[in-house]
């Protein structure tokens, strides 16, 4: 048998394989572009499948397709679905304009196992790829509609991996909340803090964080499917879109709105724009978190050493038992991706004209890639890193004894100036605040800033002595309470 079969479309023949799902359109791409080495995401995959099996049932309900073809394409559609024949979409995600050759490699892969359901074979098109399987469909409000689809297909995933994340860091937050250690304001010492509020704020900024993707979710909700080439509808019926949005949420479970302009779901691409945007807040937040580990677990002879990360792997094939923050390495480059990733969809997003982005293919590619490495980062930090951390306890206590900047909690007593120079005493001759105002107590020339009152031991003490009451607000000493 011949390895090759011929199929024919409006620009004339060409040989496709013979064992393959797709057709001459597919194959046309194929060979026009072999730019990245690349397939499409499963996502992408699954939400052109899902759309094209909810157009069978609407537009058999509607009198408009053959109930035994309609059959046949949802069949084959679930199947694609379930990612059974992943294998055939083969079309690089740095295709043509709009997203044509992945719009008919489904159309072609779809018709193909509905054909040979209905006793055909492959090539031979019982069930036809643009009349059937695209029936009231254009690539102009397909490929959009399948970008929402993708993101909100894996939505629930991404939201889980971030609340576990947050849940992890808010577990380390009550762990260490026993921990004062010093503060550190443009990476000098400042007023202690405790090492479970750094982890609480963490946590928190990642919740806020989840709750800004899910916002940015509602806009993907708005479907602009039925508004075929240009917005205006033609050729679907008139009920098509209301249908077809009912129908695609029926299938898939997500919750799905009707858009209120066709016209603006097809010409923009705002809300995918808004979305990625919201993934790249989430990878600066990461970036910095990841910055944080790392420089609080430097060292560890030799650097903070405040806390310790998991040993998952050697750190270096020349220096014995050198372990390093892999996977904080590893959360900052893949979050640095995720930027790029939006960086793309920012450009694409404002490259439309007129009545259509053709930008769509490498807008989904990005997108699908970005929820794929910020889930996957996420996942991996969460359990191999996060989990893991062990506080240093005395090293941590031991950086705040010799931190100066306590003298700030002095400052409604004896003024900003005078702790200033207790500050400056202190890291000059290497003592500690308690030490300096010491001696000035002893030589008599510490007083009190309002009432020029002598300050004793126990005025400082009652400020100093418990370093936990400086990390939670307010004013220290008598006069504060």
Excluded at 43 to 48: Q, T
Excluded at 207 to 232: F, Q, S, V, W
Excluded at 388 to 411: M, P, S
């Amino acid at each position: 048998m011949a390895d090759f079969r011929i199929e024919k479309d409006s620009l004339g023949e060409l040989q496709v394989p013979a064992d393959a799902l797709y057709g001459v359109q597919t194959q046309r791409a194929v060979v026009n572009f072999p730019i990245t080495g690349m397939r499409p995401w499963r996502a992408f995959i699954w939400s052109m499948a899902l759309i094209k099996r909810a157009a069978a049932d609407v537009n058999r309900d509607l009198g408009l397709l053959e109930a035994d073809k309609a059959r046949a394409i949802a069949e084959a559609a679930t199947e694609v679905m379930d990612g059974k024949w992943d294998s055939q979409f083969v079309v690089d995600p740095v295709q043509a304009g709009a997203g044509t050759s992945h719009n008919m490699n489904s159309n072609e892969v779809i018709a193909n196992l509905a054909t040979e359901r209905m006793g055909g074979r492959r090539g031979n098109y019982i069930v036809k790829p643009n009349d059937d399987v695209n029936m009231a469909q254009s690539t102009n409000d397909t490929i959009p509609t399948a970008i929402r689809l993708g993101c909100l297909w894996r939505l629930d995933e991404l939201l889980a991996a971030l609340d576990n994340l947050r849940a992890a860091l808010e577990a380390k937050a009550v762990e260490f909340d026993g921990i004062v250690k010093s503060g550190r304001t443009h990476l000098q010492d400042a007023v202690p803090v405790r090492l479970g509020q750094e982890f609480g704020g963490y946590a928190k900024a990642v919740g806020r964080d989840r709750e800004r993707i899910a916002r940015a979710a509602e806009g993907l909700r708005r479907l602009g499917i039925g508004g075929t080439a240009t917005g205006t509808g033609l050729n679907a019926h008139p009920e098509y879109h209301a249908r077809m949005v009912k129908r695609l949420g029926e299938i898939s479970g997500i919750k799905l709105y009707e858009s209120d302009n066709l016209f603006e779901s097809m010409q923009s691409q705002a809300d995918a724009a808004d979305f990625s945007a919201s993934l790249r807040t989430l990878a600066v937040t990461l970036t910095r978190l990841a910055n944080d580990f790392r420089l609080l677990s430097s060292g560890p002879t030799t650097g903070l050493d405040e806390i310790r990360l998991p040993a998952v792997q050697p750190g270096s094939s020349i220096m014995p038992g050198k372990v390093n923050p892999v996977l904080a390495e590893m959360l900052n480059m893949a979050m640095f991706h995720v930027q790029g990733c939006d960086l793309t969809v920012t450009l694409a997003a404002q490259a439309g004209q007129l009545e259509l982005n053709v930008m769509m293919p490498i807008i989904a590619h990005n997108l699908f890639e970005a929820m794929q490495v910020t889930i996957g980062a996420v996942n991996a930090f969460t359990e191999r890193c996060v989990k893991g951390i062990v506080a240093q306890r005395e090293k941590a206590e031991g950086w705040l004894g010799k931190n100066a900047i306590v003298a700030t909690a002095l400052n409604p007593l004896i003024g900003y100036m005078t702790a200033a120079e207790l500050v400056k005493d202190a890291m000059k001759r290497n003592l500690t605040i308690r030490e300096v105002a010491a001696e000035r107590i002893g030589r008599g020339d510490l007083k009190h800033k309002d009432t020029g009152q002598p300050m004793t031991m126990a005025d400082i003490d009652a400020v100093l002595g418990d370093v936990r009451k400086l990390t939670e607000g307010g004013l220290g000493g008598p006069a504060g309470g």
